[in-house]
């Protein structure tokens, strides 16, 4: 199932993104329904984290996430869903034939791709495309910076299922799909952003909107 994909979060000065925070599609007292997983990148002792210390919104006792790392397209996809949500930005793609169903990105602080519902506007991207900057929950009291990410099957599109059909990413490869570099993705948000501003001034305060 790795085949096609790529990690949603990019690398930074190295730093491979991990799940910080694993699927769980059954409620309990010890532990809540978690329907995606939670990306942040792991410690590991470099000074580089000095600056991103626990108990601030970039960090964690084992986990950070430092400012302005990019979110990317997990496949290629429609922009069914682009819109402020309780839990910050949120976008959901569709990607229809390449994969039965869609895929959830939630707590962003910034996104490259307009506002819609439903699909409405067409609008396409590319597997590794930027579409966002991570942020954090404006519900979690911490605000502890990450991506929470979810796949759905037989999802968006008016299909059956929605996102009641979420599944874990891990079973479905996630820990071994590719990991771009920000470097990577710079020249497909210069070309996105340079898109989205030749379609008018409506488009622009929303794309620049931060939650």
């Known amino acids: 199932m790795s085949a096609g994909w ?22 309990t007292a010890a532990h809540r329904e978690h329907h995606g ?17 626990p108990g601030t919104p970039n960090g964690s006792k084992h986990y950070m996430m430092p400012n302005g790392v990019v979110v990317v397209a997990a496949q ?7 819109k402020s949500s309780p839990g ?13 169903g869609a895929t959830y990105y939630q ?13 409405r506007g067409g609008v396409r991207v590319k597997r590794g495309q ?14 502890l910076m990450h991506l929470h990410f979810e796949m759905w099957q037989n999802g968006a599109n008016g299909v059956a299922g ?8 891990e079973s479905h490869g996630f820990s071994s799909w590719p990991v771009l570099s920000s470097a990577v993705t710079n020249a497909s948000r210069l070309l996105l952003v340079a898109g989205l501003l030749l379609m008018g001034g409506v488009v622009l305060p929303r794309l620049l909107q931060v939650a």
């Not at 790529?6 to 409620?27: E, L």
């Not at 707590?107 to 699909?119: D, L, N, Q």
């Not at 900057?133 to 605000?143: A, F, M």
């Not at 929605?162 to 990413?169: M, R, S």
Request: with cysteine; glycine share 12%; charged share 20%.
């Open 37 to 53: 997983v939670d990306v942040m990148f792991r410690r590991n002792g470099d000074p580089l984290e000095a600056a991103y210390p």
């Open 6 to 27: 790529v990690c949603p979060v990019v690398s930074w000065h190295g730093y491979q993104p991990k799940v910080s925070d694993g699927y769980s599609a059954v409620k």
């Open 76 to 82: 290629d996809g429609l922009v069914w869903s682009c």
């Open 162 to 169: 929605g996102a009641d059909a979420h599944v874990d990413p």
């Open 88 to 100: 910050g930005l949120s976008i959901v793609l569709d990607h229809g034939k390449l994969w039965a």
């Open 130 to 143: 930027a579409i966002g900057i991570v942020g954090g929950s404006p519900l979690d009291g911490e605000k």
């Open 107 to 119: 707590h962003m602080s910034k996104v490259f791709v307009p506002f819609t519902t439903s699909g």
